[in-house]
């Protein structure tokens, strides 16, 4: 269950990253 959580949060963070570079 932890390595999913870890997982989850990682792709959140891909997320916002993304949505900041195109928000540019």
């Known amino acids: 269950m932890r ?3 870890e997982l989850l949060i ?3 963070r891909a997320l ?3 949505l ?3 928000n540019r």
């Open 3 to 5: 390595k999913i959580l």
């Open 10 to 12: 990682l792709l959140l």
């Open 16 to 18: 916002k990253l993304l």
């Open 20 to 22: 900041e570079i195109l």
